[in-house]
Every structure is written in C-alpha cells, then in structure tokens.
C-alpha cells in the first residue's frame, strides 16, 4: 500500500526550462541626494541613473511632521466656528 502511495506521489507536473532573459531587478545603484538647506549625501537607490541627483522639497530638518512643530487649525468658510457653535457647549461633566 505504500508503494502504491508512492506511485501516485510521482506524478510530476513537467516544467519546461526557458532561456534566461533579461533581469525584473532594476539597477541598484548611488545617487546623490541634496536637501533643503544645501546639505547633501550620497545613498543607493534605484531612481534614475548612476549619479543621478534628487533635490528634496521636504526634508526631515525642515518639516513639522519630523521636527514636532506646531499645527495651526485654519478656519476656511467658517467650519470650525459654526462647529465650535453647534458643539462648543458639550463637555465632559465632572
């Protein structure tokens, strides 16, 4: 019975073998990225060519996600008062 268990395990899909073609990888190289303030560094990427530049419009010296700077709440149209309006007055009663 397990010869014939074995028999049956045998059974094999054939696969065909294919030339190689080109790699899916892309090419992982350095480029030079330079910051807000002029600061620059060198890093691997695969964005662009070899020596390639990325000049950064945010970067983490410089924008508030990363630094903890404070956020202003802007009043547009009047949304935040007409809901301080409806919802002001709820709190929690102590």
Do not use: C
């Amino acid at each position: 019975m397990a010869e014939n268990a074995a028999q049956n395990n045998s059974k094999s899909v054939k696969v065909e073998k294919r030339d190689k073609g080109p790699t899916v990888h892309p090419d992982y190289h350095f480029i030079r990225v330079v910051m807000t303030n002029g600061t620059e560094f060198q890093t691997r990427s695969t964005m662009g060519k070899a020596g390639d530049t990325l000049n950064l419009d945010i970067d983490p010296n410089t924008h508030p996600a990363w630094t903890g700077g404070t956020q202003q709440l802007m009043d547009r149209g009047g949304r935040l008062s007409r809901f301080n309006s409806r919802f002001g007055n709820l709190g929690l009663k102590k």
